[in-house]
């Protein structure tokens, strides 16, 4: 029998074969590719969050209310909320951006080993959220102190409200208030924040 190759019947349906599977992987690969891409503009691409934020702006999947009976100014009872999802890439983009790369908040095998049983966002970015509510706070909101207490875990992909009512006016534009965030009708974190409120820098 001859070892030469070309020629040789069995050898060159092994090589058509081969070459239709792969060409087949590729087809496939280029299908799933395009099913997992979620256009979100005119030119059929998705646009990260990152990419579409402006100062003072809004994004379509957030959701933010006042409670206030003037909005131009703040007083005892007035209320503030901020809701989003907290998504796989806003985990990812803070333990970049932070350092921390806890694998219970970026591996989901090492999750379910903890008494988490999954992976869990990092609570300092779940907090984060109370200072998105207070984004929405007529005037420049500056921070004075913050306290925190971590009561449950928030996963990805649930949707998470942070919820912040004025509870004292402390004089010279300062405010304590009573912030939460609350994962459905659970209370995820509980806390405590005082506020300055300034004029805002003319324009």
């Known amino acids: 029998m001859s070892t030469d190759w070309y020629g040789n019947p069995f050898l060159d349906k092994?090589?058509?074969?081969?070459?239709?599977?792969?060409?087949?992987?590729?087809?496939?690969?280029?299908?799933?590719?395009?099913?997992?891409s979620v256009p979100a503009d005119d030119t059929?691409?998705?646009?990260?969050?990152?990419?579409?934020?402006?100062?003072?702006?809004?994004?379509?999947?957030?959701?933010?209310?006042?409670?206030?009976?003037?909005?131009?100014?703040v007083s005892v009872g007035d209320s503030f909320t901020f809701t989003k999802t907290?998504?796989?890439?806003?985990?990812?983009?803070?333990?970049?951006?932070?350092?921390?790369?806890?694998?219970?908040?970026?591996?989901?095998e090492y999750g379910s080993k903890?008494?988490?049983?999954?992976?869990?966002?990092?609570?300092t970015l779940v907090g984060g959220l109370i200072s998105a509510a207070l984004a929405r706070v007529p005037g420049l909101v500056i921070y004075l102190s913050q306290d925190l207490e971590f009561l449950g875990p928030v996963r990805i992909d649930d949707r998470v409200?942070?919820?912040?009512?004025?509870?004292?006016?402390?004089?010279d534009d300062q405010y304590r208030l009573r912030t939460r965030v609350?994962?459905?009708?659970?209370?995820?974190?509980?806390?405590?924040?005082?506020?300055?409120?300034?004029?805002e820098p003319d324009e």
């Open 182 to 199: 609350l994962n459905g009708e659970d209370v995820a974190i509980d806390g405590e924040a005082v506020i300055l409120i300034d004029d």
């Open 44 to 73: 059929g691409t998705e646009t990260p969050p990152l990419d579409r934020i402006e100062p003072a702006g809004d994004l379509p999947e957030w959701h933010a209310e006042m409670s206030a009976e003037d909005p131009t100014e």
């Open 86 to 108: 907290i998504s796989d890439g806003d985990v990812k983009s803070f333990a970049a951006a932070s350092g921390d790369t806890n694998p219970l908040h970026l591996d989901e």
């Open 161 to 171: 409200s942070a919820k912040c009512e004025i509870v004292e006016d402390l004089g």
């Open 14 to 36: 092994w090589a058509e074969t081969s070459t239709q599977m792969v060409e087949n992987a590729i087809a496939a690969n280029r299908a799933a590719v395009e099913a997992w």
């Open 114 to 123: 903890t008494r988490f049983k999954g992976r869990i966002a990092h609570g």
